[in-house]
């Protein structure tokens, strides 16, 4: 899919819609890369370079770490990687410093390691769930009935990112069964269960032994209120492959 045939108007493009309808555009007379360096772009976002610009037997994430440019390849997939370094920079970077010292410390290695799996996981599938209580105890349950029927009008009082770039190409043909992996908020903030919304205060939030938990929930995004037509029919939940029950 072209980055052309983007549907703007889905929710889960909210964070991402005012610079990545632009660059979509650009992005059809351009590379991504260059498409991705046009109009009003944060300070401390990356320089984005075409994928060759990536020396043969170099790390990607070290590359990124030691140059401050993005490696980018003309598809649908780094193409919502280089929309996210704009909408989160900070966030993003902080990912990138905590690869990119787990590289240095253990080298590339056939497996990558509790941090590096969690990094990847949230990088790739990740979203941020700022929520009521109630809702995180009935998500941290699975208790999809809870979640979504129940207590669906608490839904008003809750945002939810979708931070995973190859979860965003995914849901560019969207179905049923596409599973976020929802950050928990860590210890000291469990009571109120708010995630930090802002960019930096998301980066701070990130740290090497934290992430090594996998403190992550699964939620199927398209159960979320709002973002589906058809999860307005309370049947819609009772579908055991995709609302699966909890441990």
């Known amino acids: 899919m072209s980055p052309a045939a983007i549907d703007w ?7 991402y819609r005012a610079i990545g309808e632009t660059a979509a555009h650009s992005a059809l007379r351009s590379s991504v890369a260059a498409a991705l360096q046009q109009g009003t772009r944060p300070d401390s976002a990356p320089t984005f370079v075409p ?5 043969a037997g170099q790390a990607y994430e070290a590359h990124i770490f030691q140059t401050g440019a993005v490696p980018t390849r003309d598809n649908l997939h780094d193409f919502f990687n280089g929309l996210v370094w704009l909408a989160f920079p900070e966030t ?5 410093a905590l690869q990119a010292a787990e ?3 253990n080298g590339v290695t056939p497996t990558r390691g509790p941090v590096r799996d969690a990094l990847t996981l949230f990088d790739e599938n990740g979203a941020v769930l700022d929520a009521p209580a109630a809702l995180w105890k009935a998500l941290a349950a699975r208790d999809w009935q809870s979640l979504f029927v129940t207590q669906r009008a608490l839904w008003s009082e809750a945002r939810l990112i979708v931070f995973g770039h190859a979860l965003l190409e995914k849901l560019a043909a969207p179905r049923k069964a596409h599973t976020a ?5 860590p210890t000291a903030s469990q009571d109120a269960r708010r995630m930090p919304f802002d960019d930096q205060s998301l980066s701070r939030s990130l740290t090497a032994e934290y992430l090594a938990q996998k403190p992550f929930v699964p939620l199927p995004v398209l159960g979320v209120p709002g973002w ?3 999860n307005a029919a309370p049947d819609f939940y009772d579908d055991p492959k995709v609302f699966r029950p909890g441990p």
């Open 92 to 96: 993003k970077r902080r990912l990138n």
């Open 103 to 105: 590289i240095a410390r």
């Open 181 to 185: 992996h929802v950050l928990l908020p």
């Open 228 to 230: 589906w037509a058809a």
């Open 9 to 15: 108007a889905q929710p889960w493009l909210a964070p």
């Open 51 to 55: 994928q060759q610009d990536l020396l």
